[in-house]
């Protein structure tokens, strides 16, 4: 199917563990963004790439690695979980660039007990 | 001061009702501006994308932008029960800069 899929779409895992969370777009679109979804806060972005092999950080970087070998797929891994990255974890990517019309993914529920 | 605010409601109306929901800014560089519109536990979707000032207008939604006041609007005619969600607006100066959300504004259409 075309578009841009998440997956998983909901996990659960504990404090300390590495999780990776994957994301894939057919529209071979240049930019991927991370962005997570907490109440109160709104979308805040996480990393974003503006190609394969060229990442860069965003507003909350901490606690999390990226990496982008494919044009299509942009992966976000944390690297040890804590409690304080319970969110929901949207993908999204755009055509033109990260200041103009992004599309996002289905979103992937992230539990760390 | 956040750089982008947005009333979170809720906001509830009537099914027919005339819907303005609406987002203030500080940044007078920002030219993209746009609406998304979020159903629960569903990704983003694009609603509407304008560039600088004006109207935009796309079947029963209109996408209004003032940039003398830093100000924009989504109107929605004959709101239907299917437009209850959170709607979000976006922001950016455009060129590889990031875009900037607001947090959103929740609506319920009423039978």
């Known amino acids: 199917d075309a578009g841009i899929t998440q997956s998983p779409r909901y996990k659960i895992t504990e404090t300390g563990r590495q999780v990776t969370l994957m994301c894939h777009q057919t529209w071979s679109h240049s930019y991927m963004f991370w962005y997570r979804q907490d109440l109160g806060h709104g979308l805040r972005l996480i990393y974003y790439?503006?190609?394969?092999?060229?990442?860069d950080k965003g507003e909350v970087p901490d606690g999390y690695v990226v990496s982008r070998s494919k044009t299509e797929n942009f992966p976000l891994t944390l690297e040890s979980a804590t409690r304080s990255q319970t969110s929901v974890y949207f993908c999204a990517s755009s055509e033109s660039g990260g200041g103009r019309e992004q599309y996002f993914g289905p979103g992937t529920r992230l539990t760390v007990t | 001061q956040k750089e982008v605010e947005q009333d979170p409601g809720p906001l509830s109306v009537p099914e027919g009702a005339i819907v303005s929901l609406n987002c203030t800014y500080s940044n007078s560089a920002f030219q993209y501006f746009m609406w998304y519109r979020q159903y629960s536990r569903k990704g983003p979707e694009l609603l509407m994308y304008?560039?600088?000032?004006g109207n935009k207008e796309d079947g029963r939604f209109t996408a209004q932008v003032d940039k003398s006041s830093k100000y924009i609007s989504l109107f929605i005619r004959d709101s239907q029960p299917s437009d209850s969600a959170t709607y979000l607006c976006a922001m950016s100066p455009g060129g590889g800069n990031k875009l900037t959300f607001g947090t959103g504004t929740q609506l319920k259409v009423e039978l």
């Open positions: 304008t560039y600088s000032s």
């Open positions: 790439s503006a190609a394969a092999d060229i990442t």
